[in-house]
């Protein structure tokens, strides 16, 4: 069982409750920081590494329950984090006397897939040996080299009166990840035996990544602000490029149109008149939109766009590539993506485009399932073409009797042909000299955001980044990755990833849980990623795979206004927490003034432009558009290092983000109510006078004995910033 950190004061019932009327009062505004008396409050409690208590601790027995470890803690493991190939890092654990034996027990994880397979090697058993006795606890340490990149797992076995037991990480759960424990804390436990005891979750690893000494991500990455689009749904600036009935197919369909910009997009089997075809809708959307859009992209300030794929295929989502090196002509020409890259860049803006080298689409030249395409592809019209220049770059099984039995599709989806990453012909194809990869890169594209990226083996990863990099040094490589991304993060395959893991937490903060159960995710990635990772990874909240964020805080189509303005709030405590984290925010198109929608296509639903005849919410974007202004004012927002947070309870959260001479203390509230907590400044801080860069009023100071009193509004959030 876990102990509490420092709990919070009471709330503050006199201090006005800081909502917004209309969005367009600030949502930020609070009363003054005041510095606490030296005698109004001692520090806040210590805070103790949790072990076992309670009936826990009974059944362990006093000397098993008092063994203590928290890996992020100097006092029990030094250095902290990821660190490069051949680190030597201690570890420490104390205990009260009658432990008769320690071992750090080290092994190597290995994880295939969308975590397929995650299994652990054995590597070294290195013994603990007595350091000290201090206020009747005793000391245990140990060193170890560390090696080659890759991630390893770690516990310990602790020996006592004959009985053997587990030192490992806590039972918190983490997003998407299949495997248990945030780190920090050691949990306690007889250690299992049998045939399984050894299994990836008979006992809970500590990891602890080790990345190649010279990895290096691209400078700038550290400094984005994406703009997410979903190019088919953003703004149609050429109609004559437009889909037509009759004229476009998909598949072995027609595809369906829709009349109005601001139609909701159709879902088949919903009852809203379409047909039975998924992703067959479309709207216009184009490159030409996205251009004539980029001077209201600058003033929103944003300076990076993500773009999911732009390259011809049949559907509306485009990753059923039928030409890797085309522009889907609904979307434009070749010359177009180098247009929007050229005025994007006069506008300081990076375009990061998107596409899978996993799979391709079934109706594509590559393997013509439906027969569309004249005769060469890999399947022509349902039969294998060993004849077929593609024919390599898939596999088949000719004896199955159906035809779309016989070839492999990505988690079964027939439309999508899965790729033999292992195929020589394919990898020329992918990254080779005049490869897909190397194609736009020297057409404007900025890096590269790669589809399913766990679905791809490791080794195809490798020599990717490789040919990637020798081509553009400064391409930034981005993985689609849900759980834990680490494994991406050695140094030989990729930057930065989308970050959900992040997405998920936020969301479940803003959303008014936990602030102590959402944070523990955030200091897993702190602890796992190596910090140029960590600092270039997107910070997302709604995204074209996950329903929006105003979704997630229960705005639907029919919620009252009182609802709608509570998602907003929501929203904008969400975006703040984006913006003062490290990573580089992600906005998705449309949450900026309000878009909605639940599960796709809901989540894909058009941009509501005003001359359309939509009613975009301008206030929730000069909302947003503060927050992103003070993140571009605040260098030590975007480059400050992280540190363990200084306040942690269940509603409120107070970071350090520090860079050189510059400190920034973030505090966020996730309580309906507004709430003062008292936080033990560092001592280099005492005497450092703090504005607030959102409100900015009297310099604020810590009170005699280090402590600063902070007063956070209602689902809001302040940076105070000090030199």
Known sequence: MHASLPRRRAPLASLPAALLTGLAATLYATGPALAARADEAGPPPAMPTPSASGACAASLGAVAASLRYDSRLAAFKTPFGAQPAKTWIEFQLTALPGVEKLELVVERRRVEGNEDLIAYAEEARV?????????????????????????????????????????????????????????????????????????????????????ASDFAVPGFARDLIYYYVFPERFRNGDTSNDPQVGQARYQDHGIERHPRWLDRPYKPGSGDGSDAVYNNDFFGGDLAGLIDKLDDLRELGVNALYLTPVFQAASNHKYDTGDYKRIDPAFGSNDDFQRLTSEAGKRGLRVIPDTSLNHVGADSPYFNRFGNFPAGGAFDNGKANPASPYASWFRFDLSRPKPDDQYAAWIGIKDLPELDKSSRAF????????????????????????????????????????????????????????????????????????????????LDFA???????????????????????????????????????????????????????????????????????????????????????????????????????????????????????????????????????????????????????????????????????????????????????????????????????????????RVLVGD
């Open 127 to 211: 013994p603990l040996h007595k350091a000290g006795t201090a206020e009747g606890r005793e000391r245990w340490k140990a060193r170890h080299r560390f090696g080659a990149a890759g991630v390893y797992g770690y516990y310990f076995i602790a020996t006592i009166d004959g009985a053997r037991y587990v030192v490992q990480n806590n039972a918190d759960p983490i997003h998407w990840t299949k495997e248990k424990g945030s780190m920090g804390p050691a949990s306690i436990a007889p250690l299992p035996e049998g045939p399984d005891a050894k299994g990836p979750f008979s006992i809970r690893r500590y990891r602890q990544t080790i990345h």
């Open 511 to 717: 959303a008014g849980v936990s602030a102590e159960r959402a944070y523990q995710n955030l200091e897993l990635l702190r602890e796992s990623y190596p910090p140029q990772a960590l600092f270039a990874s997107m910070t997302l909240l709604s995204s074209h795979d996950q329903p929006r964020a105003l979704h997630h805080f229960g705005v639907r189509d029919d919620s009252p206004p009182e609802k709608v303005a509570d998602g907003k709030r929501r929203l904008l405590l969400a975006m703040f927490f984006q913006m003062s984290y490290p990573g580089a925010p992600t906005i998705y198109y449309g949450d900026e003034v309000g878009l909605g929608g639940g599960e796709d296509p809901y989540n894909r639903a058009p941009y509501p432009w005003a001359d359309e005849g939509g009613q975009p919410d301008l206030a929730l974007r000069a909302q947003v558009k503060r927050l992103v202004g003070l993140r571009q004012s605040q260098p030590v927002l975007r480059h400050g290092s992280l540190s363990a947070p200084l306040w942690l309870d269940e509603h409120v959260i107070v970071l350090l983000r520090q860079d050189g001479r510059r400190s920034a203390i973030v505090a966020m509230n996730n309580a309906t109510e507004p709430m003062r907590v008292t936080i033990a400044l560092p001592p280099a801080l005492r005497a450092t006078p703090f504005i607030d860069a959102l409100t900015p009023g009297a310099p604020m100071k810590a009170a005699g004995n280090g402590q600063l009193l902070i007063e956070i509004g209602p689902l809001s959030g």
């Open 427 to 506: 990898r020329d194809y992918a990254f080779g000299r005049d490869g897909v990869m190397q194609f736009w890169l020297d057409r404007g594209a900025a890096g590269w955001r790669m589809d399913v990226a766990p679905w791809v083996p490791d080794d195809f990863w490798r020599a990717w980044r490789i040919a990637v990099k020798r081509h553009q040094p400064e391409a930034l490589t981005i993985a689609e990755t849900w759980f834990d991304a680490s494994k991406f993060f050695l140094g030989d395959t990729f930057d930065a990833t989308m970050n959900y893991i992040f997405r998920n937490a936020v």
